[in-house]
Structure formats: C-alpha cells, structure tokens
C-alpha cells in the first residue's frame, strides 16, 4: 500500500508450493448378479450350422411386454348427459340475467311513468289553476268595431 523507502533492501522469503492431491477416480462396482428363475423350464434347442456343427441350448424368447388395458370407450349417452347438464347450467345463468334484465326494464318504464304524469298534471294544473287570475280577453279593433272575446260592442 506505502512504497517502500529506498535505504531499505527487500527481503526475500521462501515460498512454499503446495500441489493438489488428486482423488483416484471412482470405479464403479458391478451389482451383483442375482439368478432368476424362469417360470417353466425352456426347452433345449439344437442347431446344425451350414458347415455340420451342432450348437446346443437354450432358446431365447424375446421378451414380452404387458398387454395394455384398453380404455373402456365413453358411452354416448354418459357424453349427452354430461352436455345437456353444461347446456342446463349456461340456460341458467342467461335466464337469471334475463330476469334480472327484465325486472330492471320494468321499473325504468315505471317510473319514465310516473315522470311524465307528474309532468303532464303538473301542466293541466297550471293551465287550470292559471285562468282564474285573468278575466279580460284579448281586444282587436277592426274598422271601428271592438270585439272582445266574441261579443260586439258597438
């Protein structure tokens, strides 16, 4: 971190190499090889090769695997059911929303209803209620003769 002063001479020290220990592989160990017994005893077969040799043993079958199970097919009826219930369930739902709908309809009309009653006896009344007040009519002259409200005043 400081530089050193330059009265000083460096020392040397020794240095040690330290070389890793290498791990011998691991060697992996064959299982053991346990004997089975085939179900039944197979039978000795013999084979005379093409130039007179007779070889002798066992004959190997290949080995067979497990038929699998076939799925039961899904009858028609159980898939029509399972659709109709889908279908039910869908008719359902749109008809509460339907009603729900219609319910809310209804009492928008109801009270536009009431609105425009309110607003219509509200008119009458003031035409009814309006004329008491006023009881002249309107006056028009015409060549010297008044006329007021259907009757001649000469």
Same mark, same amino acid.
């Given at each position: 971190?400081?530089?050193?002063?330059?009265?000083?001479?460096?020392?040397?020290?020794?240095?040690?190499?330290?070389?890793?220990?290498?791990?011998? !592989? %691991?060697?992996?160990? $064959?299982?053991?090889?346990? +004997?089975?017994?085939?179900? @039944?005893?197979?039978? &000795? =077969?013999?084979?005379?090769?093409?130039?007179?040799?007779?070889?002798?043993?066992?004959?190997?079958? !290949? %080995?067979?695997?497990? $038929?699998?199970?076939?799925? +039961?097919?899904?009858?028609? @009826?159980?898939?029509? &059911? =399972?659709?109709?219930?889908?279908?039910?369930?869908?008719?359902?739902?749109?008809?509460?929303?339907?009603?729900?709908?219609?319910?809310?309809?209804?009492?928008?009309?109801?009270?536009?209803?009431?609105?425009?009653? &309110?607003?219509?006896?509200?008119?009458?009344?003031?035409?009814?209620?309006?004329?008491?007040?006023?009881?002249?009519?309107?006056?028009?002259?015409?060549?010297?003769?008044?006329?007021?409200?259907?009757?001649?005043?000469?």
């Amino acid at each position: 971190m400081y530089p050193e002063h330059p009265s000083r001479v460096p020392v040397q020290r020794a240095v040690e190499v330290h070389q890793p220990t290498p791990y011998p !592989p %691991a060697v992996p160990v $064959p299982a053991p090889l346990v +004997p089975v017994q085939p179900n @039944t005893v197979p039978t &000795v =077969a013999s084979i005379v090769m093409p130039d007179g040799r007779i070889v002798t043993g066992y004959a190997v079958d !290949p %080995a067979r695997t497990e $038929p699998v199970a076939a799925k +039961p097919a899904v009858s028609r @009826t159980a898939v029509n &059911v =399972a659709l109709g219930g889908v279908g039910f369930l869908a008719v359902s739902g749109g008809l509460l929303l339907l009603t729900s709908f219609i319910a809310a309809l209804t009492a928008f009309i109801s009270q536009l209803i009431i609105l425009a009653a &309110v607003i219509f006896g509200g008119w009458i009344a003031v035409q009814i209620l309006g004329t008491h007040g006023h009881q002249g009519g309107t006056t028009v002259n015409i060549r010297r003769a008044v006329f007021k409200r259907n009757h001649f005043h000469g």
